[in-house]
């Protein structure tokens, strides 16, 4: 699956398993791609996140239903953050990755 940002396709994996969003970035020493967390939560505290055994800051992107971006945080290891509002979807990317592409505010398109 690809993240479509302006006339750029980035490469994204998606964790639709178990095992994938309890996993997600844990022992991974760098990535070249974005791990997009399908949560569709009922309350903001659904929508937190943690760091713990990951071996490298991310940045993380929060997206509403409409796949719109409310809030952006870079996290170190062993770190854990709760967004204001409930996310639908959350994407992890290795910090720096792209975060002069995408802001808050900015709607999103998964091809």
Same mark, same amino acid.
């Given at each position: 699956? &690809?993240? &479509?940002?302006?006339?750029?396709? /980035?490469?994204?994996?998606?964790?639709?398993?178990?095992? &994938?969003?309890?996993? !997600?970035l844990? !022992?991974?020493?760098? /990535?070249d791609?974005g791990?997009?967390? /399908?949560?569709k939560?009922?309350?903001?505290?659904?929508? !937190?996140?943690h760091?713990?055994?990951?071996k490298?800051?991310?940045?993380?992107?929060?997206?509403?239903e409409?796949?719109?971006?409310?809030?952006?945080?870079?996290?170190?290891?062993?770190e854990?953050?709760?967004?204001?509002k &409930?996310?639908?979807? /959350?994407? *992890?990317?290795? *910090?720096?990755?792209?975060?002069?592409?995408?802001?808050k !505010?900015? *709607?999103? *398109?998964?091809i």
């Open positions: 699956m &690809k993240l &479509k940002i302006g006339k750029n396709d /980035i490469n994204v994996v998606v964790a639709d398993t178990f095992f &994938k969003r309890l996993n !997600g844990i !022992g991974k020493k760098n /990535i791609y791990l997009v967390f /399908i949560i939560a009922k309350n903001r505290f659904s929508s !937190g996140i760091t713990s055994f990951m490298f800051n991310i940045d993380v992107y929060f997206l509403d409409n796949l719109k971006i409310f809030d952006i945080q870079t996290l170190k290891p062993w854990k953050y709760t967004p204001l &409930k996310a639908d979807y /959350i994407i *992890e990317f290795e *910090e720096n990755k792209i975060k002069n592409k995408l802001k !505010g900015d *709607e999103i *398109e998964f």
